[in-house]
């Protein structure tokens, strides 16, 4: 009698070899997610290696000392002390003269050039503001700490090889000579740069800072958020508790939608177009920045405020509505604050996409060369992120490290705002 086998006997046999190859299947996926997490944070970790490694040096700057001597020929040849007569004066003349007699060998044109070459440029901008801030300086003999060129700083810091010939590289061997013989005198110093934090934008790499591009984002950010703040929540709270279903709705809501993945470029032509063209706001202003930047930012803050919103259990609108409160009393004084840490949340990323956007503020003219510090919504300004590509095109080598150190305080800016959004919703989130 031949033994006959069931399909459900079949099935059993075959059920444990399938059991394996899932398990085993399911071990590679983890895997494969493994190593993607780990390629992902070891290109990040090389990214901010590299940043952090090139852009840290420009915290440091290097001075040299210098006996500067306050000539009244010089400075006041007519004895008045007048302002307008103080400021008109030479004081790179100064500067150049302190230099002459701490290297009295340099007589040829060619080493004198070499010579002037230690010192910025912008250090008798330095020696005029301490002779307007005291006239009593005047004909007095003086060690002041002056900045070092950007080729000096540079090589102090290693970033030019002295192995390199003399033809190659941007500092000559006098000048490493004289460089060496400054250090071994005491007279050449590294010191904390707080030049960068307090001083705006110059064509000398050494005297570049951020404070008024820190100054525009601060301004610009500013408008964006008193208009994409209240007219987001605005909007997500009728859409979401108010307005009907309709096909008006839906294309609103369509519509919002697309707005969130239009190119930040687009925003930055209607705002050349409406703003600067038409209305005649001012060009490179933090006022037109913002309303630029609010438009970009107001579909993400719509998107997520309608979340947080549907967000709330209908209990709560149903409790409210149940003991006689009024549909907007039942909003406002319910719905809204339970989904208000959600709604703090989407604001903050929308604001910290707002602050790394680039192209928008090129579009309506804040790429200009800013060196006052804006003080009004009006002034000319730029933005951090602008300020970072005007310095990345720029071919001086000390800018490299300004471009890295000024991207290390915008992740600073961006970490810090993502922080205070975990912050805020642990703070104000609540359970039911």
């Known amino acids: ?8 006997t079949i099935s059993l046999r075959k059920g444990p070899a399938n059991l394996a190859r899932r398990n085993k299947a399911e071990r590679r996926f983890r895997l494969y997610g493994v190593i993607a997490i780990t390629v992902a944070v070891a290109f990040l970790g090389a990214l901010l290696l590299t940043i952090f490694s090139t852009g840290i040096s420009a915290f440091q700057q290097i001075y040299i000392a210098l006996n500067i001597e306050y000539s009244s020929g010089l400075i006041d040849p007519k004895g008045t002390k007048l302002r307008d007569d103080l400021s008109r004066a030479d004081y790179q003349g100064l500067v150049k003269q302190s230099l002459r007699d701490a290297f009295p060998k340099a007589r040829k044109r060619r080493a004198k050039r070499q010579l002037y070459k230690l010192i910025s440029n912008g ?21 002041v700490w002056l900045l070092a060129s950007d080729d000096v700083d540079m090589m102090v810091k290693g970033k030019i090889s002295l192995e390199t010939s003399a033809d190659n590289r941007r500092i000559s061997d006098n000048q490493v000579l004289w460089i060496r013989a400054l250090a071994a005198d005491g007279r050449l110093e590294k010191r904390f740069n707080w030049r960068f934090f307090t001083s705006g934008d110059s064509r000398e790499p050494e005297m570049a800072g951020i404070l008024s591009a820190v100054m525009g984002s601060f301004f610009s950010l500013t408008v964006c958020l008193m208009l994409a703040f209240p007219l987001g929540v605005m909007t997500a709270t009728y ?4 307005a009907p279903k309709n096909r008006w709705t839906d294309i609103i809501e369509i519509n919002i939608n697309n707005l969130a993945a239009v190119p930040s470029i687009v925003f930055g032509l209607l705002g050349l177009a409406v703003f600067l063209n ?5 060009r490179s202003a933090p006022l037109v920045g913002g309303i630029v930047l609010a438009l970009m930012t107001l579909p993400t803050i719509i998107i997520s405020s309608r979340a947080a919103l549907k967000a709330v259990p209908p209990s709560i609108r149903e409790a409210a509505l149940g003991v006689g409160a009024s549909p907007v009393q039942t909003v406002a004084h319910h719905v809204v604050p339970l989904a208000m ?4 949340t989407g604001t903050i990323i929308g604001m910290a996409q707002a602050l790394g956007e680039t192209a928008p503020l090129l579009m309506i003219g804040m790429v200009a060369f800013i060196v006052d510090v804006p003080q009004s919504f009006t002034d000319p ?3 951090l992120p602008v300020q970072i590509f005007l310095w990345a095109d720029s071919p001086e080598r000390a800018f490299l490290e300004k471009t890295s150190a000024a991207i290390m305080v915008l992740l600073a800016f961006l970490i810090g705002m993502n922080l205070l959004a975990v912050i805020l919703r642990k703070k104000f989130e609540k359970r039911w």
């Open 123 to 143: 250090a008798g901008f330095d020696l005029r503001e301490k002779v307007l801030a005291d006239p009593s300086l005047i004909g007095q003999k003086k060690t």
């Open 1 to 8: 009698m031949t033994e006959t086998t069931s399909p459900k």
């Open 381 to 383: 300004a730029t933005a």
């Open 239 to 242: 859409l979401e508790e108010f």
């Open 341 to 344: 840490p959600g709604i703090l």
């Open 278 to 282: 038409f209305f005649e706001l001012p």
